[in-house]
């Protein structure tokens, strides 16, 4: 069983590039926020960001109990990058090096100032970049302002054949 996490700052390409790989290599795909949502795994609701608050610890341990032994997976969620890098070959982590195209892509979501503001901020700091390597797991950043989705394919497979 092999387990490729795609995280990385909203709106930088994780589901595109996710999907796109998922297909590719007829691997299980799982979206880890709407499972989270379905399984009721989150503890309350922020009204002020319009987003859910996750469990993480409880969230692992559901979906770690629930992948199925030899099946290969695809994780797609800012979220994927807290799974323990011991189950997680490789987590890709997408990058939208050119602020304001990664503002263009946020604002065509409807998000408000504030939570454009917030996610840019979130991708000048790394956060998830940096949150992944501190956990230990091997990772490929990909920057989708630079990359076709068959270029990130192709390094992927390139790194996963090491
Ligand atoms: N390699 C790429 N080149 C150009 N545009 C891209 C690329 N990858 C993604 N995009 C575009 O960026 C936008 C955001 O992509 P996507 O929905 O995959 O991001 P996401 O990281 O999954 O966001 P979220 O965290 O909100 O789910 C989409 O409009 C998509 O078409
Ligand atoms: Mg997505």
């Given at each position: 069983m092999v387990i490729v996490a795609f995280s990385g700052t909203?709106?930088?390409?994780k589901t595109t590039l996710a999907q796109a790989f998922a297909r590719k290599k007829a691997w299980e795909y799982m979206d880890l926020g709407q499972y989270a949502k379905s399984r009721g795994l989150?503890?309350?609701?922020d009204l002020s960001k319009r987003c859910y608050i996750i469990d993480t610890n409880r969230l692992n341990r559901d979906v770690l109990s629930s992948i199925k032994p030899g099946v290969n997976m695809v994780i797609d969620s800012?979220?994927?990058?807290?799974?323990?890098s011991n189950v997680v070959k490789l987590c890709v982590i997408t990058t939208c090096s050119v602020l304001k195209e990664l503002e263009r892509r946020l604002k065509a979501r409807d998000y408000g100032p504030q939570k454009v503001r917030e996610n840019l901020d979130a991708e000048i700091f790394k956060v998830c970049q940096i949150e992944a390597t501190e956990s230990g797991h091997k990772i490929l950043v990909l920057d989708t302002c630079q990359l076709s989705t068959k270029e990130c394919l192709e390094k992927i497979e390139q790194e996963l054949s090491k």
């Open positions: 909203p709106g930088t390409g989150y503890d309350s609701y800012h979220l994927s990058h807290y799974l323990p």
